[in-house]
T-cell receptor
Framework: GAGVSQSPSNKVTEKGKDVELRCDPI?????LYWYRQSLGQGLEFLIY????????KSGLPSDRFSAERTGGSVSTLTIQRTQQEDSAVYLC?????????????FGPGTRLTVL | DAKTTQPPSMDCAEGRAANLPCNHS???????VYWYRQIHSQGPQYIIH???NNETNEMASLIITEDRKSSTLILPHATLRDTAVYYC???????????FGTGTSLTVIP
C-alpha cells in the first residue's frame, strides 16, 4: 500500500516568512511523528500525535513551531517567522500503535531552505 | 541523549558480511533495540528490532548480547545499495520518541 507522503518535497523561503509542511501518514496508522534533520546530523524529535490524546510537543524548539493533526490523519507542521537556522529536512513518520514494539515508517521528507 | 554509541564510519567489501556494532549499556529491561538506515536524501528505513533474542529477517540479522548492553547488525552479503547511515536506537518509552544519534556511515566498496 501507499507509504507516508510529504509535501512539498522542497521549499525555499525568505527569512521571516511562514511555512506549512504537510504529512499524509499511512492509512490506519494512529501515531504520527515529526522530526527534523540538519545537514550531516541525526534526527531531532519535534512532536508526536497519538489518536485523540494531547500531542507530545516536548521537542519543539521554540514557539514559532506548531503542528496539528486533523481528523486523526493528515498533519501540518507550521513554522512562523522562519529563521536561517530552521533550514533542514523535516521528516514525518507514522506507526500503528502506542508503546510496545511499534515500528515507525518514514516519509521522504521536506527540504526547507531559509534564505 | 541517544543512549547508544556507534562507530562513525565503516567500510565493507561487496559480497562480504557487514557487522555493525552498537553499545547501549544503559538500556532498560523493557526497551527494544531498533535499527534503521538512511540512504542519502531519503527518509530512514526500518531494518529490524529485538528485545532479548537474536532476530533475522529478509534484510538482516540482529545479535543482542546476553546482558543486552550491546548488539550487532549483520548484513550477510553487502551490496553497493547497502551504502547508508545505519542508526541503532533504543526505544524510550515516554513520549514514544526515537532518539537516532549520529549513526554509522557504512560504505560498501566494489
Amino acid at each position: 500500500g501507499a507509504g507516508v507522503s510529504q509535501s512539498p518535497s522542497n521549499k525555499v523561503t525568505e527569512k521571516g516568512k511562514d511555512v506549512e509542511l504537510r504529512c499524509d501518514p499511512i492509512s490506519g496508522h494512529t501515531a504520527l511523528y515529526w522530526y527534523r534533520q540538519s545537514l550531516g546530523q541525526g534526527l531531532e524529535f519535534l512532536i508526536y500525535f497519538q489518536g485523540n490524546s494531547a500531542p507530545d510537543k516536548s521537542g519543539l524548539p521554540s514557539d514559532r513551531f506548531s503542528a496539528e493533526r486533523t481528523g486523526g490523519s493528515v498533519s501540518t507542521l507550521t513554522i512562523q517567522r522562519t529563521q536561517q537556522e530552521d533550514s533542514a529536512v523535516y521528516l514525518c513518520a507514522s506507526s500503528t500503535e502506542q508503546g510496545g514494539t511499534d515500528t515507525q515508517y518514514f516519509g521522504p521528507g521536506t527540504r526547507l531552505t531559509v534564505l | 541523549d541517544a543512549k547508544t554509541t556507534q562507530p562513525p564510519s565503516m567500510d565493507c567489501a561487496e559480497g562480504r558480511a557487514a557487522n555493525l556494532p552498537c553499545n547501549h549499556s544503559t538500556i532498560s529491561g523493557n526497551e527494544y533495540v531498533y535499527w534503521y538506515r538512511q540512504i542519502h536524501s531519503q527518509g530512514p528505513q526500518y531494518i529490524i528490532h529485538g528485545l532479548k533474542n537474536n532476530e533475522t529477517n529478509e534484510m538482516a540479522s540482529l545479535i543482542i548480547t546476553e546482558d543486552r548492553k550491546s548488539s550487532t547488525l549483520i548484513l550477510p552479503h553487502a551490496t553497493l545499495r547497502d551504502t547508508a547511515v545505519y542508526y541503532c536506537i533504543v526505544r524510550v518509552r515516554a513520549g514514544n520518541q526515537f532518539y537516532f544519534g549520529t549513526g554509522t556511515s557504512l560504505t560498501v566498496i566494489p
